[in-house]
């Protein structure tokens, strides 16, 4: 089967660098992408990796290795509002796209 | 992003009522999706149209029947649920059904929160 796993939930401290990890066993890959969502709201793009290596935007970047079916989403100076679950999705050789149940970030002062 | 609109935001009904759900994308965009996240669960595909065609359907009840009028609407309509069909109801759209141009971003809408009685 098709698998997605990510931490259900991290703390980090406001200021502080922190490492979202998610593996993956997907029938074929064509692309990761990583979505926030605050409670309540919509998941929003963050990024897309198809490639290995680093992909950096601002204060987040994404990483990826695909002969280890792994990603990371790196998120630096963590500001309060960072506070949000982080989804990992993977498309698969359908193009379909398979997600994590998220991870849940909470960022303390 | 506040191309995807989704109306109501929070729905509460009944096992016999019947309700819609209503999904509004002002993006351009040529494929909708209807997702199911529950607590804790990763998000459930349950339809995807590309062009006003279905084009996806991960093995939903009937209880759900989707509606794609044209290429920026999209319902669904709710009929004799289960309590276990309370969830948050995302509706997603893309600039084309991703086996076309190989990858596509998914933008969605805030949901809609569903509680059945």
């Known amino acids: 089967g098709q698998n997605i796993d990510q931490p259900t939930e991290m703390t980090a401290t406001e200021g502080a660098i922190v490492q979202i990890n998610c593996t993956y066993q997907?029938?074929?890959?064509?692309?990761l992408f990583w979505y926030q969502q605050h409670a309540g709201e919509a998941p929003t793009f963050l990024s897309y990796n198809v490639l290995d290596g680093l992909e950096e935007k601002g204060r987040f970047s994404s990483f990826l290795s695909r002969s280890k079916g792994y990603s990371y989403l790196l998120l630096k100076e963590l500001q309060m509002k960072d506070s949000a679950s982080y989804l990992c999705?993977?498309?698969?050789?359908?193009?379909?796209?398979?997600w994590g149940a998220g991870t849940k970030l909470i960022i303390k002062p | 992003e506040t191309g995807v609109t989704q109306t109501p935001r929070h729905l509460v009904m009944g096992m016999t009522n019947k309700k819609s759900l209503k999904c509004e994308q002002h993006l351009g965009h040529n494929a909708m999706y209807w997702y199911k996240q529950s607590a804790k669960k990763p998000l459930e595909l349950m339809f995807v149209?590309?062009?006003?065609?279905?084009?996806e359907n991960n093995s939903v009840p009937s209880r759900f029947s989707p509606e794609c009028p044209n290429s920026s609407h999209l319902f669904l309509h709710l009929h004799t649920l289960q309590p276990e069909d309370s969830a948050l109801y995302l509706c997603a759209s893309s600039q084309d059904d991703p086996s076309i141009r190989g990858t596509d971003t998914q933008y969605f809408g805030p949901g809609t929160r569903l509680t059945v009685l």
């Open positions: 997907t029938s074929g890959f064509n692309g």
């Open positions: 999705a993977v498309m698969d050789s359908n193009y379909q796209l398979i």
């Open positions: 149209y590309s062009l006003e065609e279905r084009v």
